[in-house]
């Protein structure tokens, strides 16, 4: 019998209460005076007068209490064939050193860190040095190019960057530094120091003056201890896409945060202190801040540290053959990472490989499951697969089955009800809830429970605007899809120009910038169109300037190396195409929506306001051309 339907209730009736109780999980240097203050509504905070130091939480007090010798992270490299083990002891020690080394480096309480850098031990180790002194780290994804990067020291303003000479990519080397350097030209503000890890796949060139080896910084160092901070003062700005090509700051805090982390372990995951969780995604992530690093070591688990992918590194069993030697009891990761094992391993012959019978649960998010990949992973692995659903902002679950409470049935295609302490509802354009079962904006009613976003990075005026004023009183998530009868929220997709590339959230507006900068494109749009692997891929429409007359497979293929290039790689931005015009309403907007479901082969109204239906069936061809024969005629 699930538990759930009382632990909501709770959640909801008695928010302090609740969240006091939760509190208790967490050692404070000073208590709180206030478990929720919402005075300055719609602007909340949680544990106001509370101070801690989340390192402490995540790492000195499991040693000072008996977890000293427990693996408290594994770090599983198969791109370089590598597998180290880091004690609670040994990390905290290493952690302590690193944290010495900023102090040396003049960073103090409230500096910014960034941190530019591969999935290493020393990622992770950078973070919790910035936590342990106060000072507020941003991670950088090393997939994004150097304009993305430099966009993010701009707003960030950081004393110092940490990043590595390379990553590796599957069986590619990509070189770190040259990125690093050019973000640092681009870019108004420049850090007073970059300490830069070298790896043996690469050597990265040091400028002198400004550039330090890792090594030999953190060597000089002497470790330094904890600082109190106050439960309200940020722990981090995880930069994320928009609605515009501007990222916003998504800031969270240490109090909240690390209290509804450290609840959501227990009642989300189900696990307990000493099992070992793994979170199968990138540092640079929402998902790597908070459940590859604070959550299961504020939990007391062990956490792994994945260096690869779930295929091609060096196979599709690659997460078997991790979880079987960890002993993991739940994965969580991508739908697309399941994808793509499927494609590779239909039948599911290298599951049979390994011993899973310690394995536990399987957590999906980062993007809708589908129903097909779901239900095959559910027949392949034997155990639940639990789809839930978060974002960046929220920086812990709002929907899901929560297994520590009990089960709740599962209806493949939602990820379930409202974890406690959301509220949440489908809005009609006036605010208005919508009927059960009918589509509307996925908002969560004000105040947001502990751990959620408190605000953008130096910039209130940007949160209230992306949030909060279209549904006063509610927090907007930016997905659409409805709650149906049973509470079960089901998302169906988002209301704005963000796609989700292989897990990756992604901004058309900012890739339509890019193209649009290209001197012979006079106008263009960017859709996302449905991809077997990776959920949705970007294509680009691209009109050119009146009197080009050159091949349009240059110039497609400029296009395509400048998004490399201007936003990176992981925009997986490979396909455009040259057409007369863009379809658009009389008033002048581009249908990107109506192109989007012709390129998808889904079912599509013709828009009363559309200007001309007869371009409809040129991008009809224009996607037959470039592969989309499911495009109906
Ligand atoms: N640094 C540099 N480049 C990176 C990178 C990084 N950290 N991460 C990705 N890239 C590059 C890739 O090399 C690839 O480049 P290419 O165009 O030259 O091939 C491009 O960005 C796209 O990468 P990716 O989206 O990862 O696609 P893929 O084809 O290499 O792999 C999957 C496909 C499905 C296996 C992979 O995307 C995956 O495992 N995804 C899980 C996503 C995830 O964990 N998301 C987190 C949310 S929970
Ligand atoms: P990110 O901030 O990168 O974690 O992306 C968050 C977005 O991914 C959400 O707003 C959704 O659009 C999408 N998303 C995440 N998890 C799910 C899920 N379980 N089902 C549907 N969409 C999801």
Redesign the pocket.
Known sequence: MSRYAEVYRRSIAEPERFWAEAAQAIDWTRPFDRVLDDSRAPFTTWFAGGELNCCYNALDRHVERGRADQIALIYDSPVTRTIKTYSYRALRDETARVAGALVASGVAKGDRVLIYM?MVPETAIAMLACARIGAIHSVV???FAAPELATRIDDAKPKLILSASC?I??N?V?EYKPLLDKAIDLAKHKPERCIVLQRPECQATLVPGRDADWREWAAAARPTGCVPVKATDPLYVLYTSGTTGVPKGVVHDNGGYLVALAWSMKNVYGVDPGEVYWA???M??A?GHSYILYGPLVHGCTTILFEG????TPDAGVYWRAIAQHGVKVL???P??F??IKREDPNGLLVKKYDLSRFRTLFL??ERSDPDTLQWAEAQLGVPVIDHWWQTESGWPMAANCMGLGPLPVKHGSPTKAVPGYQVVALDDGGREVPRGQTGSICVRLPLPPGCLPTLWNNDEGYRRSYLIDFPGYYKTGDAGFVDSDDYVWIMGRTDDIIN????RLSTGAMEEVLSSHPDVAECAVIGAADA??GQVPVGFLVLKVGVNRPHDAITGEVVQMV?DRI???A?F?TATVVQRLPKTRSGKILRGTMQKIANAEQYRLPATIDDPAILGEIKAALRAIGYAGAPT
């Open positions: 591969p994804f090393g997939g990553g990519e599957v590619r990509i199968a995604s990138d640079g992530w998902v992918k779930s295929v091609g969580f990761t991508a697309t990472a994808r793509a998010a980062g590339v292989a897990g990756h692997i990776k490399r990176g790689p992981v997986s490979r």
